[in-house]
């Protein structure tokens, strides 16, 4: 049985900084691209960033570059978003999730295997 939790969220002034975790269990972890998606009140979830298997490559969405960082252990089976200079629109559910095929996407429907996700809060 395949499972992905998330953790890490929390409420955060603008500014601060939040490390999300996400651990998988029921898959070879390293043979797998591990995404990390958000979705906020009323609008359509969306790709934040992705880490891939091969390589290790990294992928961001352009609003957070050079603010959020990927990364992944795979001897615990983790990948990490580490979310620095965070902003009020960052604000959403965060999910992480694996990609079920193909090339390395951010697109949210080439993915499966969602966790519960953690609320991300930023506000004064």
């Known amino acids: 049985q395949v499972q992905l939790v998330e953790s890490g969220g929390g409420l955060v002034q603008p500014g601060g900084s939040l490390r999300l975790s996400c651990t998988a269990s029921?898959?070879?972890?390293?043979?797998?691209?591990i995404g990390w998606f958000r979705q906020a009140p009323g609008k359509e979830r969306e790709g934040v960033s992705c880490?891939?298997?091969?390589?290790?490559?990294?992928y961001y969405r352009d609003s957070v570059k050079g603010r959020f960082t990927i990364s992944r252990d795979n001897a615990k089976n983790t990948v990490y978003l580490q979310m620095n200079s965070l902003k009020p629109e960052d604000t959403a559910v965060y999910y992480c999730?694996?990609?079920?095929?193909?090339?390395?996407?951010?697109?949210?429907?080439?993915?499966?295997?969602w966790g519960q996700g953690t609320q991300v809060t930023v506000s004064s």
């Open positions: 029921g898959i070879t972890f390293n043979y797998y691209t």
């Open positions: 880490i891939s298997s091969s390589d290790g490559s990294t």
């Open positions: 999730a694996r990609l079920g095929g193909g090339l390395v996407t951010l697109l949210p429907k080439n993915y499966r295997d």
